[in-house]
């Protein structure tokens, strides 16, 4: 009688164990975001977008978080982020930068739209909210 006690609560120990990894990755998996955004131009689309490069840091500048360059569409995107606040870095490389501040505290989809113009005289090198979609 013994011994089948202490089986049992082996077993109930191991499904309580097992129960509480599966509810853990339950929560990690919600504390995650995702943000997509397209580059669109004003006018004159460049034929190079693909090779524009587009760098993701955390809201103070001091980390670089991701970074990546759009596809064919124009279009980028980071997965599997931390919901938190981050800067955006858009360069149009020997034009502009671009800079997005995006808050990822309450959200877990952000998909954004970056307006870009020939002379990057609207807000070359100030930090601006990205606008959603």
Not at 69 to 82: D, G, V, Y
Request: charged content about 25%; overall charge positive.
């Amino acid at each position: 009688m013994f011994n089948g006690g202490a089986k049992n609560r082996t077993r109930s120990s191991l499904l309580l164990l097992l129960c509480v990894a599966l509810c853990g990755a339950t929560v990690v998996a919600k504390t995650r975001a995702n943000l997509t955004a397209t580059i669109y131009f004003t006018n004159n689309t460049p034929e190079n977008v693909e090779q524009f490069p587009v760098e993701l840091f955390t809201r103070n500048r001091k980390k670089l978080v991701a970074q990546t360059r759009p596809n064919a569409k124009h279009r980028i995107m980071f997965s599997e982020l931390a919901q938190r606040e981050y800067l955006l870095k858009v360069s149009w490389p020997d034009r502009c930068v671009l800079w997005y501040r995006i808050d990822l505290t309450t959200k877990s989809e952000f998909n954004g739209r970056i307006i870009m113009d020939v002379d990057c005289a609207h807000a070359n090198g100030k930090i601006q909210d990205l606008p959603e979609k």
